[in-house]
Each structure stands twice: as C-alpha cells, then as structure tokens.
C-alpha cells in the first residue's frame, strides 16, 4: 500500500499522467498513477489548484483534508476499496463539482468503513455509495453527505448519537442492519432538488426538514423510532400516498411548508410516553398541503395534538382520526378540518377549557367518554362544504354555528353540557329530525342565517335566559316544521325571542317561563304548577293554548310589568284553561273564544270568561 501526493497543481487526474503524482508531500513528480493499492493525499500543497478528474479511478482511500482548492467530479467517481479504518477525509475549504460520488467497494466482513467529510455544507461534501460488504458502515458526527446509498451493502450502520446532513437521497435495504440512534439527521436540499428516502422498513434517526425551496419524498412507508421527531422546518413533503411513522411531529414555525398527502399518505405518531403535543403545528402560517390531509395520532399516555392557534384557516386544517389512546385532547384555539373517533377508541375525549375551531365534521363513537366544561366551545366555521355532528350520544360543550353560506347537520341526538350553548351566528343548522338538550339557544347577529328545527324536541335543561333569538333585520329564517321547545328547569327562565315562528313550546319545570318578545306558535303549553310571564305590550299567537293545572297545581300567567300583554288565538275553536291564575292579559279574539274554569280572575284581564266552556261547545 503506497502513498500517492498531487503534486500537479492545476491539472487532470486520468488514468496515465505521471506528473501529476509523488510519493511524498511536495515531492519529485513522476510516481505512477494510484492503483486500487494505494491511498491517494491531496493537501496543502496542491492548495489552490483545480484537479480534473477524467475516469473512474480505484484506490485505498482518499484523503483532501487540507485542501483549500476545487475538485471537479464531472460525471466520474472514485471507488474505494479499503476497508477497516477510515476511508475518506475530507475538507470544509475545499469545493466539489460536478457529482462528486465515492464508492465502496470491498466486499468482506471484517472491520469498519468510516467516512470523515469534515464538513455539512453543499459543495463540499460527496455522494457515498456502499455497494458491497456485510462489515460495518459509519460517518462522523457533524458531518454532511449529498447521496447515501447502501444497495448491495448487507452489513451495520448504527449511527448512534451523530447528527449528520444530507442533501440527496437516503437509500436503505431490507438486507443491511440498521440501529437507529438519537442523532438528527438534518434533510437540506437545495431549492429545486427533490430528495428520495428509502427506509425499506427500517426505523430511522430523528430528522429534521429544512431544505427551503427542496421536496422529501418518500419512496415507501417512511418509519422513525417511537421516540424520534420529525420535524418540518420547510420546504415540501411529499408522502407520495405513503406513511409517515414517527414518535412526534412538529412544524411548529412560520416558514413556508408544505405536505402533500396524495389521495392515501398519511401521518401517524406512535409516542411511547408522555409529550405535550404529539403532534404540534401550533403555527401554520405560511403552511399549505394538497391532497387528502390525514393524521393519526397516539401517544402511550394522553394524546394532545396542536394544530393552526396562530395562522389557522380553513384552507390549512387537516384531518385527523383516533384509533386508540390513553386519553385524547386538543389544545385550546387550534383549527383543524375533521374529527373523527373510531370504535377502537374508548376511553376520554378531555376537551377541558379548550376552544376548537372544526372546518370539517365531528364523529364520536359509543365506546368512549368526553370531558367538557363550561368554557368549552367547539365552532364549526366552513365556508366551502357541509359540516356534519356525529355525537352518538355523548356530551359537548357549547357548540357556535359560525358557517357563512353553508351547513352544519346533526347526524345524532345533540347532548350539551348543562352550560353548553347552540350559538347560531350564520350559515344553516340543520337538526335533521334530531333531538336536543342543552342549556341554551342563541340566535341574535345579523347575519343571514337559517335554523331547520325538524320534528324533534329540543329541550333546554338551564335557568336564565335559554332562548335568545331575533330576527336579525331580516337575516334569519326559522323553520320549526314539528319541532317541541321543552324548558325543563325548576328555576326561572326566559324566552327572548321577537318576529319569528315556532311549532310547540311547552314549560315543563315549576320556576316561571318569561317569554321576552312577540312571536306565533303552533301550541303554547305549561304543565300544571308551571308559571308563564309575559313581556308588557307583547303579542303571543298561537294556534292552540294548553293552560290545564290542578286545584293543588294551577298555572300562574301574569305580565312583566303592569302593563299587559295580548294571547291571539288564531285558527278557530276556543280555548279552554282550567285552574289558572291570570293578570293583565288581552285575550283575542275578543268573543267566545277565551274560557278559564275553576280559574282566578286577578286582575287587568279583558275577553276571558272566567268559567269553564259551555259542554256544547267544541275548544282547542
């Protein structure tokens, strides 16, 4: 094995000039061109030289460590046949032209392949490509390659704790042994270049994207250990309908980024313990994806996802669907596009004080639990498709229907909190038949904005004002079809409401129903020891009036104020009440319609005849 020096300053490497060599640093020119036997040195001595390489040449090793020149590659490369030590040094002064590529080639067992580039920076790094051997493969920490490449190689690389760059592709094979390390490997392509990663179903090293104007994209499932982070700095993803399997995901940045998800690629975390967010895009400014957006996260203890706090938009939420955990929360303001749970998860959704803003549908399943309190808020807020609340029973918390021009649709019973709200700001809410309970109903912005009510019953469980709904100068459209209004609480409660039209509204709960506002039903009712009060000056109409209390239990109907209120009976018939107590009420019509048997007379009432109606007479 002998040394050979590059005395020949600016020059040609090719397979015949003997000038150019010397078997020592500085020497005579004349030694015979490198031979795969011989180590070849360039170093300070051929410092500012530029060497042209001309054919494909097979050495020892080869050693630039102190080259301060440039080495133009072209279209050639250097094979490497040594073995056992290391078999390139490099130099951070140097410059690589061309595709610079190295080859190793030795084909035994024994010992370790080290590379030492001395350098992470594009243009001074080469490409390696391992084709044979089944011995062992290593790089120096820090340092950088273009291209890594280990067809052919069914040997062990186990990086360990070395962080290394890479600016070209990352080529692995099912053949070799690979232990993954806690090192980061840093992706830096170059704006314009495509890097490909091959993992052939191994796990790999953490890795950290951040080649600006570059794409990564995956020639399969791409796998990192459980424990390891993959973190989108920028530049572009490419799962080209692959998966990507890592510990933790991050993009937590406003630097312009990209995924694109293809028709089937995907994310999914597998977080072995505990992380404040197994998958944090907390920032998605500058963030943009294409494709279908799906993310599956998990982690060994609670997974906490965070996604669009700051940046968020319809246009940058994505999907995500949990299979399984130990626990499931999203962090407070983040934006995402669908939620769903599928039957596999079955233990708690801990939505805690956090709002969440959905651009997509909600869909829980029978199995699991949820945690709302108070604070909680879910706002559904598309502006391009319907939205669709998949509940299966299970409770939420205040739900804002805040959808402009489109709709959000109940595909289930709705349960609310006991402080959960329906805020109904624009956009379309479709009951779709289903029934309600909840605390409250808010409807007041001028917004155009229309409530379906369907044929169920939506029962409002709260004291307070439980119903707050206007007709917005015109903006809003109730269609009650069949609906029931049922307030339920024993405490007192009010109804504002003013110009709008409603199917049945039925006090059930013995605290007072205050009903704030002209507005035409299709029955008014109050259960026997309820109370009605109506606003001073106001009009309610109905199509029927069902006041029916007991001697024990009579229902008390009165005004706000002292000044009175009317009850317009519309649709023919009479009505009928019995044991109840009234004041300051106008009853129209006027003449043989109003009857109140075994009823009180207190006072400012007009066109009630306080006895029951005539046996002969038929009343609604």
């Not at 061309?98 to 992470?120: F, Q």
């Not at 920028?234 to 694109?260: A, E, P, V």
């Not at 940046?311 to 994505?318: F, Q």
């Not at 009234?582 to 007009?606: I, Q, R």
Request: proline letters at 2%; glycine letters at 10%.
């Amino acid at each position: 094995m002998a040394n050979r020096y590059w005395v020949g300053g600016t020059g040609t490497w090719d397979s015949s000039n003997t000038a150019n060599w010397s078997t020592s640093s500085g020497g005579t020119a004349g030694a015979s061109v490198p031979v795969s036997s011989d180590i070849v040195r360039i170093d300070t001595v051929s410092s500012t030289c530029i060497i042209t390489l001309a054919y494909i040449p097979q050495v020892v090793y080869f050693y630039t460590q102190n080259f301060t020149g440039t080495f133009d590659f072209g279209t050639n490369k250097i094979q490497l046949t040594g073995s056992g030590t290391t078999l390139y040094i490099g130099s951070s002064a140097q410059t690589f032209t061309g595709t610079p590529v190295l080859e190793l080639i030795y084909a035994g067992s024994s010992g370790t392949r080290s590379l030492g580039t001395n350098s992470n920076a594009f243009g001074k790094i080469p490409s390696v490509y391992v084709t044979a051997g089944s011995d062992t493969f290593s790089i120096t920490s820090t340092n950088g390659l273009v291209d890594l490449n280990f067809t052919g190689f069914t040997g062990t690389w186990s990086p360990s704790t070395n962080n290394n760059t890479f600016y070209g592709n990352l080529t692995l094979t099912s053949s070799m042994t690979f232990t993954a390390g806690s090192g980061v490997w840093s992706l830096l392509g170059t704006t314009g270049t495509t890097q490909v990663i091959t993992c052939a179903g191994q796990s790999l090293n953490p890795i950290t994207q951040a080649g600006g104007g570059a794409v990564v994209q995956l020639a399969g499932d791409l796998i990192l250990r459980n424990d390891a982070t993959y973190n989108l700095a920028s530049g572009t993803l490419d799962l080209n309908n692959f998966q990507l399997r890592t510990g933790l995901f991050n993009s937590n940045t406003s630097n312009t980024r990209s995924i694109q998800f293809g028709t089937s690629g995907s994310i999914r975390t597998i977080w072995p313990g505990t992380a404040s967010s197994v998958f944090d895009m907390q920032v998605t400014t500058n963030f943009t994806y294409t494709g279908t957006p799906t993310i599956y996260p998990w982690a060994g203890t609670e997974t906490t996802i965070r996604l669009g706090v700051t940046g968020g938009t319809e246009a940058n939420a994505l999907d995500f669907i949990i299979n399984s955990s130990n626990g499931f929360s999203i962090a407070t303001n983040s934006k995402i596009r669908n939620l769903t749970f599928t039957s596999s998860f079955v233990t708690s959704w801990n939505a805690q004080l956090h709002n969440i803003t959905f651009y997509g549908s909600l869909t829980l399943n029978t199995s699991m639990s949820t945690t709302f309190l108070s604070a909680n808020t879910l706002i559904f807020a598309s502006a391009s498709s319907t939205q669709t609340i998949s509940s299966a029973g299970k409770i939420l918390g205040t739900i804002v229907v805040s959808s402009n021009a489109q709709t959000v649709q109940l595909q289930s019973d709705l349960n609310l909190s006991t402080s959960g709200r329906l805020i109904i700001s624009s956009g379309t809410f479709e009951a779709n038949n289903k029934n309600l309970s909840l605390a409250a109903v808010a409807f007041t912005s001028t917004t155009t904005k229309v409530i379906n009510m369907g044929s169920g019953t939506w029962t409002l469980v709260t004291s307070g004002t439980v119903w707050t709904g206007t007709t917005g100068n015109g903006a809003t459209t109730v269609n009650p079809s069949t609906s029931i209004i049922v307030t339920s609480n024993s405490g007192a409660k009010t109804f504002s409401s003013t110009g709008l039209t409603y199917y049945n509204l039925i006090n059930t709960g013995t605290g007072a129903l205050t009903l704030a506002g002209s507005n035409t039903f299709n029955n008014l009712a109050a259960l026997a020891g309820c109370a009605l009060t109506f606003s001073s000056n106001s009009i309610t109409t109905s199509n029927t009036f069902t006041f029916v209390g007991t001697s024990s239990l009579p229902i008390t109907i009165t005004s706000t104020s002292t000044q009175a209120f009317t009850l317009a009976k519309r649709g023919g018939c009479i009505v009928d009440m019995q044991y109840v107590n009234m004041a300051k009420c106008t009853a129209s019509p006027v003449t043989n319609t109003w009857y109140a048997g075994n009823s009180t007379n207190s006072g400012s009432n007009s066109g009630i005849t306080f006895s029951s109606a005539p046996a002969l007479l038929g009343f609604i």
